[in-house]
């Protein structure tokens, strides 16, 4: 099956916009097709607190077309009706809106059906198969399909066959069959490769979806908005004017009882792999021709293929690694993350990590990239901060200009949406001293509106086969390879120590010194 | 707003001393205030934002007092500049009231916007344009919102209205809604586009309008838009503009020219012609009802085998059901969401569209010469 394609004129005729004349000036362009949506592990957290949530949202809002319908697929023994009540009571937990409206909940349900099976039965599929046609058939779905996999990845490859040699992977009639997958995508390059090829061996990649849920948040998207429907920071976004940039991605929470899996992960995988590395690549890409899915995508591509490689002998000049241990956050008091349930005694997984990359390309060229990410830090805060070099030439007396401080450009991601600029003005009085102030913008004193859930936007999307908020194959795979460079040199070092910092502080020591070696700091958001 | 909710407000009066710098120099006061009181409440320091510039003008102390309290909610999602124009019969000078507020609550940001209030008498109504001028927040919109029925027609209306570039109307307010419409059409006509206007009650007809077009997304349901036959549209009593404006927006996307129209005791019938000379019927039938609004939208079609029939019912004030039967295809029944918005909610989605709305005024241009022809 194919890799990654330029858009084709198949793909361009996918996103016309709608002849429908009553269309114009409308919210969207158009409602997705008539669709089934299966789940597979529909029984699980994600499908109880986000999947249906976000469906029933988008049900509310009028965005879902008629007769959608959404089939369970899991293990465990279940009849349509139990199915439902447990859906619900996750709908009634989670939704955006609360209390939840019976009438229309009622009719959204009956659309909702589940078939009990197992993954790697291909027997099973037989019963999904007829449940489709059904479907069809009652409820006018035309065919089109949607797969989410909310299951580990390790059930990709098998679902995929199962699905395939069903021939429930695509048609002859036109209708459409795409399939959304979830992270983590792979635990290393060759993994996420492995993983890749199981799912185009069913699916085009222009049908395959995966999930980076911080692109469906709209202050993600706002860094588009930001950078390329302004004039006046494309001119300095670039190595004449910016020192470095310092993405921040920090959680105060802690593992919070998943233990088990983030020990086989860390924070390397878990958060910069996807959700930092898309980050970077948003703020640092070339403007995109369009906003077509391929347009971004390609530039984003772009921007990871740069990454200068890391050579793994040399992983701790790029990269620094640490745990939390006990400590206070908030005023409360907290274990160290070796105390946490389902954590291996002497775990060497860090809940920390620092890494500087460089973008090697015109553009940015020398310009180091900080980022870090950990749990249990100081507070929960992502931000991407972009510090510009100093003026060239000082023209006021030190004494005048001691406080001075390089402007500094920060987007604010969460909690609070926004930016803020840092600039020098001279303090009132007889004599010339300067000091640094800060021009404040935040989104929530503009719109204090609600905004969608990241799941709402994405389903959304997928539905509607627009894949810019999804990251392509090629992405993932980018990505990867850098991320695998690290993982590589950290599997030779020879020491069995991980450093150590106290929870509720802005991370370890060592990741200080990485950076006063080379004169920065680290910015206390 | 959760319950944590704060409100900071700073309020001076200047009955004495109105001049337009004092009404800017109070507001900055009011802002210092607000600030001190930010900080003495251990709140995030107000921030002054503003997307927009907001004139609402109110006559008599009946629109006065909604005004005041659609705003109220209005500002706690959009911070503007709001300047209230109210007018009183007995009112003999121009005085001001100027006063900031911010709300807070935990979870958010505080949400902040200054309001002016200015009173004046009939009499006086000529200067405000001057003031409203010189008020306004530069390089931002400027939106106006007549509150209640205007005299679309006179020069007080667009003297005023031209210190704008959106006017905002509720036809819904007046008392005779379909010849607001023609007049409206005409007010917009006459300012050759320069002037954005529109209506609340088009506003509050966005859920059918994405009904109705989102059972003819599909492209097998599309074809039938060629073929329809007949509309049949059913209102509350007082409700005929939702009606005609409805019925203004369906001949205007789908390139029909109105063509006739009758009215019996409790039904205005209008034909239109399709870019084919098919004739097209309009059935609009007052019902005795709940004083809901539009009640029913059915659209059908025949065009050889095929038949097609969409019809959008509201079932109460909450929702809505949409029935969609077509050859060849299962018949869908659902029940929707369909809120009857407050004002701050309609004006609140008006607030945020700055340009012209065409299909708007399509749509009421076609629905006013509905309206000559009854
Ligand atoms: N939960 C989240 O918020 C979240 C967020 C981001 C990503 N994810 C990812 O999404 C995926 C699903 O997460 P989750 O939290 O929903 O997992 P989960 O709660 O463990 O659910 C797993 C689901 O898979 C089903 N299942 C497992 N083995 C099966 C088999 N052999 N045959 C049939 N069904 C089987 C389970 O069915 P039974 O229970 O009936 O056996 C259950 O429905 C994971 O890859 C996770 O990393 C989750």
Known sequence: ?525 | MSASTRDLHSELDLESSFTVESIESELKHAWAELGAQAEESNTLAPVRTSILTLVVVARGEAEITDARATLDRLVRVLPSRVILVSVLRDKENISARVSAHCAFSLSEQGSCYERIEIETGQTNLRAIPSILTQLEISDLPTFIWWIGPVDLRSPEFSRISRAAQRVIIDSARFNHPLESMGHYAEYMAHNHGDLAGTDLTWSRLLAWRELLAQSFDNPAAQEMLSSLQRVDMTYDPGYEADALLTAGWLTSRLGWEPDAASETRDTITFSACDQNQRTVRFNLTEISGAGIGLRSVRLVSHSGQKSSRVTVRRLDRQRAAVHIEMTGMPRQQRVVKCIDNTDDQVLGTELLQFGRDQVYEHALNHAARFATMI
Not at chain 1, 483 to 494: A, E, F, H
């Open chain 1, 1 to 525: 099956m194919t890799t990654t394609q330029p858009a084709s004129t198949n793909l361009q005729e996918r996103f016309q916009p709608a002849g429908n004349p009553l269309r114009e000036g409308l919210r969207i362009e158009r409602t997705p097709d008539p669709c089934a949506m299966v789940i597979f592990g529909a029984s699980g957290d994600l499908t109880y607190r986000k999947l249906m949530p976000a469906l029933y949202d988008l049900a509310l809002e009028r965005l879902l077309p008629a007769g959608f319908s959404v089939i369970g697929f899991a293990h465990r023994d279940m009849d349509a009706e139990s199915f439902k009540a447990h859906l619900r009571e996750g709908v009634e937990r989670f939704s955006r809106f609360r209390p939840i409206d019976d009438a229309i909940w009622e009719s959204f349900a009956e659309g909702i059906s589940y078939v009990r099976g197992d993954f790697n039965n291909p027997e099973d599929y037989e019963r999904l198969s007829v449940e489709l046609t059904a479907v069809d058939t009652q409820r006018g779905s035309m065919g089109n399909r949607m797969y989410y996999l909310a299951t580990p990845p390790e059930f990709y490859a098998n679902i995929v066959s199962c699905l395939g040699a069903k021939h429930l992977t695509h048609r002859e009639d036109g209708a459409w069959q795409r399939v959304i997958v979830e992270k983590p995508f792979g635990h290393d390059l060759e993994s996420a490769q492995g993983l890749n090829k199981a799912v185009n061996e069913g699916f085009d990649e222009r049908d395959v979806f995966r999930i980076d849920h911080y692109l469906g948040k709209e202050t993600v998207q706002n860094i588009l908005a930001f950078r390329f429907a302004n004039g006046i920071y494309e001119p300095i976004w670039n190595r004449q004017y910016v020192d470095h940039v310092e993405i921040t991605v920090a959680e105060s929470i802690g593992i919070e009882g998943r233990g088990s899996y983030y020990d086989d992960t860390g924070a390397l995988r878990d958060m910069a792999q996807n959700h930092m590395m898309q980050l970077l690549s948003l703020v640092a890409m070339e403007p995109p021709g369009s906003l077509h899915a391929d347009a971004v995508r390609d530039e984003k591509v772009k921007v990871l293929h740069a990454l200068r490689p890391i050579n793994p002998d040399l992983v701790n000049r790029s990269a620094v690694r640490a745990q939390y241990a006990d400590g206070f956050v908030s005023g409360k008091q907290v274990p160290g993350y070796r105390e946490e349930d389902r954590v291996a005694d002497g775990s060497l997984t860090e809940t920390y990590v620092a890494l500087k990359l460089f973008v090697d390309n015109w553009r940015w060229a020398d310009v180091p990239f900080y980022l870090r990410t950990g749990k249990r830090l100081a507070k929960r805060v992502t931000e991407i901060a972009v510090h510009f070099k100093p003026v060239p030439h000082r023209l006021f007396s030190s004494q005048a200009s001691q406080n001075l401080e390089p402007n500094l450009l920060v987007l604010e991601i969460q909690p609070d949406e926004g930016m803020a600029l840092k600039f020098a003005v001279k303090v009132p009085g007889p004599t010339m001293r300067l000091r640094p102030v800060n021009m404040v913008f935040q989104y929530g004193t503009a719109f204090n509106t609600g905004s969608p859930d990241a799941y709402e936007r994405l389903l959304l999307d997928a539905m509607l086969g627009d894949g810019t908020l999804f990251t392509r194959r090629d992405e993932v795979e980018a990505a990867w390879r850098t991320v695998t460079q690290i993982l590589d040199g950290w599997s030779n070092l020879p020491d069995d120590q991980i450093p150590q910092f106290e929870a509720g502080t802005w991370g370890p020591m060592e990741a200080d010194a990485f950076l006063n070696r080379e004169g920065r700091s680290w910015r206390r958001p």
